[in-house]
């Protein structure tokens, strides 16, 4: 039986709103005859501060209910950032100007993401979809990716907008070779400093772990936005200008187009 596993990582910041988004719009995506098994880690946390965004709000334990029947760990942020040598990190540069705090905020949520890509491997899936529970998903995920696992286990299926440069690293879906590299690639921050030369920055960091695993990435159309502690929504672009057709992506992106018009047929 083909096996899905549906990763959630970060912080549920407001899953009154985004819950149901996901349950629409990614869970009723799945096929029915699939094996579907759902896996969060998840930052247990009373409030909510970030400059950047503007948010500074308490989180509710409600927030965490739709996750209770699911398989995964809250956990505390304590030690997490020495795990990865921040201090070190830190030294390669503040791409956001901003005192290191985007930075330190980024390397949390990649922790969380290569944690719960470890509970994943037991499972031993044939695609995994990863999730932000802080995001309400607009439209939904096609469902055709779940067939053809053997034909699409390179495939990275990621949204067509906000690429920065690199890739779009809110959601995925990824096949069983590649989604490792997709949940791992914090274990990669110094390799794609020591290649590229340039500051930890987050669409870079995840399109140099793809291509460094191989994979063969594919356009979603599925739009979604960050909701924020107090129920406002960030502002999105998804008329996918931004840095998609720069020169970092001058041939990528037109081969991702045709790689996903062919993947499209093959369904």
């Not at 795990?83 to 980024?106: C, P, Q």
Request: proline residues 4%.
């Amino acid at each position: 039986m083909l096996k899905v596993a549906v990763a959630f990582f970060g912080i549920p910041r407001n899953s009154a709103i985004c819950f149901p988004s996901i349950q629409q719009q990614v869970l009723a995506q799945i096929p029915q005859e699939v094996k579907v098994q759902c896996f969060y880690h998840l930052y247990q946390v009373d409030s909510v501060k970030n400059p950047r965004s503007g948010e500074d709000g308490e989180l509710t334990a409600a927030n965490y209910k739709p996750f209770a029947a699911m398989t995964g760990v809250l956990e505390r942020d304590v030690g997490v950032l020495e795990r990865w040598d921040f201090e070190r990190i830190k030294a390669l540069g503040d791409t956001w100007g901003d005192g290191h705090a985007s930075v330190r905020n980024l390397l949390l949520q990649l922790h969380s993401l290569h944690a719960v890509t470890a509970m994943v491997e037991a499972f031993d899936p044939d695609f995994v979809i990863f999730v932000r529970p802080d995001i309400e998903y607009h439209n939904p995920l096609p469902s055709y990716v779940f067939t053809h696992p053997n034909a699409r286990c390179l495939n990275a299926y990621i949204p067509d907008w906000q690429w920065w440069g690199g890739l779009n690293d809110r959601f995925a879906i990824c096949g069983r070779d590649i989604y490792q590299a997709y949940g791992r690639r914090i274990e990669q921050i110094f390799e794609f400093y020591a290649a590229t030369g340039r500051k930890l920055h987050s669409e870079r960091l995840l399109k140099f772990a793809l291509q460094q695993a191989g994979a063969k990435v594919c356009l979603l159309g599925t739009t979604a936005s960050r909701v924020r502690i107090n129920g406002d929504y960030a502002e999105e672009d998804f008329t996918g200008k931004h840095c998609m057709g720069k020169r970092e992506n001058r041939y990528f992106l037109p081969l991702a187009r045709w790689r996903t018009w062919l993947d499209n047929w093959r369904r």
